[in-house]
C-alpha cells in the first residue's frame, strides 16, 4: 500500500520538493496571543537527478510518517520503522484501551475513581493527585489528553486492569492485534525505561485506532479548562489544537530520551491525515515537522466520494431457483484518497467471478472493483449478489411446472 501512494505522490510534481524549517523556528517565543500560529516550512523546488521526480521532506526529526486516517495508506514515511522511545505518545495507546472500556461498559464516563499511593507517586508530568483522592472517569480523561498527567493515567489503567503492570500487559497484547511489529511497552506513561520503544509507523497505526472513536476528540481538542471545581488548570500540550485549522489531536511526548514528539491528527472538507514525528530537538521543530507534513498533506491530496459502476449485470447461478442473480457494489463510506486535481483520471475496473452455484446468500462477494488513477491502484471494494437463490430442488422444480401448467389451462 505504502508503495502505491509513494508512486501517486511521484506523479503529482514536475519537481522535487524539499521542505526546511525556516533557521529561527527554534528561538520562537510563544505568546498567547490571536493572532500567534505555529512556525511553518518553508517549500522550494528543486529538479530530481536523472529526470526522477520524487517527493523529499526535510524534517528535524529522527523519524516521521504521514498517513490516510480513513483507509491507512502512507502518503509519506522517514524511517518510519526505526525503534525509538515514544515518551508520552505512549499514551495514546493507554487511552485506545480506556475508549474500549467504556464501549463494553466495563467502565462508566460517570465512574469515580480514588488515586492510589502508586499512582500518586509516578512522578513526571501530573496534576497532583494525592492519594486517596477521588476523581471521575471523565475529569481523568480530560487530565490524560490535555495535560498528560501521568497520575491521571495510571489512574485509569489500574481502574481499568487492576494494577499499572497488568494494564501494560494489555496494552502489548493490544498492540500485537494491531500489527504493531516493532513495539514493546514498559510503562503506560511513557517514561523512559528499558525496553519501551515503538516507531513512527507503529503509532499512527494506533493513532488511527483511537480516532475511530468520535469521543476522544472532545477530550483531544480541548486547548483549555479546569478540574477540581475550577482549582486546576489545564493547557493543552499540543498546540495544534489551537493553532492549526482541522486539528482533532492527538498527542504529545517529551523526555531527555525521547526528545521531542507528537502524533498530530487533522481533518479538513473530509480528508483526515494524521502525522507522526519522533524525535525533534525541541518543542518548536516537532510542531513545525508535523505540520508541515500536514500541510503538504492537504496540498496534494484530496477525499473524493465514489459512486459504484451504474451496470453491474447478472451473475449466473447453476442449479438454483433463478438462473442468474443481481450485484450491488458500495464504495467506502469515507471515500478514498487520490492527488488534488486527478478526479478525471480516475477508473473504476470490475472484476467478477464466472457464476456462482446455489444455494447462495445475499451478500456473498463474488468479485472487486478496483479503483485505478493514472494506472495506479489507490482503493478496492467488492461487489456483491444483491438476493439469495435457493437451489433448485426436485420439490420446488415440480411445483413450479404444476403452476406453469395451471397458468396454461
Avoid at 529538479?47 to 526529526?61: D, H, N, R
Avoid at 490516510?68 to 515518551?87: C, H, I, R, S
Avoid at 472484476?351 to 485505478?372: D, F, I, K
Wanted: overall charge negative; aromatic content about 6%.
Amino acid at each position: 500500500m505504502k508503495d502505491t501512494w509513494r508512486r501517486a505522490a511521484a506523479g503529482l510534481l514536475s519537481a522535487a520538493m524539499m521542505l526546511s524549517v525556516p533557521a529561527a523556528a527554534e528561538d520562537t517565543v510563544w505568546e498567547e496571543i490571536p493572532n500567534a500560529n505555529i512556525p511553518a516550512a518553508v517549500i522550494q523546488q528543486e529538479v530530481a537527478e536523472a529526470g526522477e521526480m520524487q517527493v523529499q521532506l526535510s524534517l528535524p526529526v529522527k523519524s516521521a510518517i504521514l498517513i490516510d486516517q480513513n483507509t491507512g495508506g502512507v502518503l509519506y514515511e522517514m524511517n518510519a520503522d526505526e525503534k525509538l522511545p515514544p515518551a508520552s505518545i505512549t499514551k495514546i495507546m493507554s487511552l485506545l484501551l480506556i475508549m474500549e472500556a467504556l464501549e463494553s461498559g466495563k467502565i462508566a464516563l460517570e465512574d469515580t475513581v480514588t488515586c492510589s499511593e502508586v499512582a500518586a507517586g509516578f512522578g513526571g508530568s501530573q496534576i497532583w493527585l494525592k492519594p486517596g483522592e477521588e476523581m471521575t472517569v471523565d475529569d481523568l480523561l480530560k487530565a490524560v489528553a490535555v495535560q498528560s498527567a501521568n497520575d491521571a493515567t495510571v489512574c485509569l489503567a489500574e481502574y481499568v486492569a487492576g494494577s499499572e503492570e497488568a494494564f501494560v500487559q494489555m496494552m502489548n497484547r493490544r498492540a500485537a492485534e494491531l500489527g504493531m511489529e516493532n513495539t514493546h511497552f514498559a510503562c503506560c506513561a511513557g517514561l523512559d525505561e528499558a525496553e519501551h520503544y515503538t516507531t513512527a509507523r507503529d503509532i499512527a497505526l494506533m493513532s488511527r485506532e483511537l480516532l475511530r472513536y468520535p469521543k476522544i476528540t472532545e477530550y483531544t481538542t480541548i486547548w483549555m479548562d479546569t478540574l477540581r471545581g475550577g482549582a486546576t488548570s489545564l493547557v493543552n500540550t499540543n498546540r495544534l489544537v489551537r493553532f492549526y485549522q482541522g486539528a482533532t489531536g492527538l498527542k504529545t511526548g517529551t523526555t531527555s530520551k525521547a526528545g521531542c514528539c507528537l502524533s498530530a491528527s487533522a481533518s479538513r472538507d473530509g480528508l483526515g491525515l494524521i502525522a507522526v514525528v519522533l524525535g525533534a530537538e525541541n518543542s518548536d521543530k516537532r510542531f513545525s515537522a508535523a505540520r508541515a507534513l500536514l500541510d503538504w498533506g492537504f496540498a496534494n491530496y484530496a477525499a473524493v466520494t465514489v459512486t459504484p459502476p451504474e451496470d453491474l449485470g447478472l451473475l449466473p447461478v447453476t442449479r438454483g431457483t433463478a438462473s442468474a442473480v443481481e450485484l450491488t457494489a458500495t464504495p467506502p463510506a469515507e471515500g478514498i484518497v487520490i492527488p488534488k486535481g486527478q478526479q478525471e483520471a480516475l477508473v473504476q475496473t470490475v472484476e467478477l467471478q464466472e457464476s456462482l452455484e446455489a444455494p447462495v446468500a445475499a451478500g456473498t462477494e463474488v468479485g472487486t472493483v478496483t479503483v485505478t488513477v493514472d494506472g495506479v491502484a489507490v482503493a478496492a471494494y467488492p461487489v456483491v449478489t444483491a438476493a439469495a437463490v435457493d437451489r433448485m430442488t426436485f420439490g420446488r422444480a415440480f411445483s413450479r411446472l404444476g403452476g406453469r401448467l395451471l397458468a396454461m389451462g
